[in-house]
């Protein structure tokens, strides 16, 4: 017991010595980064917000949004017995990515905060117009981006980014 204490000790003391690092003998990065990095479009005609959102979010991907979180709160309710979803559309996923965002442009406060409470300014009258609050969370509690049904860890080449794949 005695010798197994100081063989950790031992190694504890290697670990902690300190060496110089060889610039030319760089280990690769575990996972490197292949893609181009930027913008596929021109920024030249972005004239607001909106028109920003809707190059990064076009209506394929938004489609494809609407149809997982449709898909996956129906499973979710036979799993839990509920039957407290109805379907959602393009305009409750927007109004839902409208309500999560515009806060952090405005640099307001967060959107779920604005939606719950009595409506003080101008800004929460409108995120209350353009979806309830109970509705805003359960389109959050029901917002993957890819079907679990047709993953495989063993075949997929990025097993940890499966969820957001189709948006990246």
Known sequence: ??????????DLAAVRQWCEIQKRKLPPAPNPFTAKPGTN??????????????????????DTITTETNRYAAERDRRLHSKSWCSTSQNEIKSSFGNNYSPRCNKGTGSARL??????????IFLQKTLSYRRFCQINQNLPFNNNDAYDASTHPCPKIYNIGPIL
């Open 115 to 124: 939606l719950q409470y009595k409506p003080v300014v101008e800004y929460a």
């Open 1 to 10: 017991m005695k010798d197994d204490s100081s063989s950790d000790s031992d």
């Open 41 to 62: 479009f021109k920024i030249d005609n972005i004239s607001n917000v909106l028109d920003s959102f809707y190059k990064y979010f076009d209506d394929e991907l938004i």
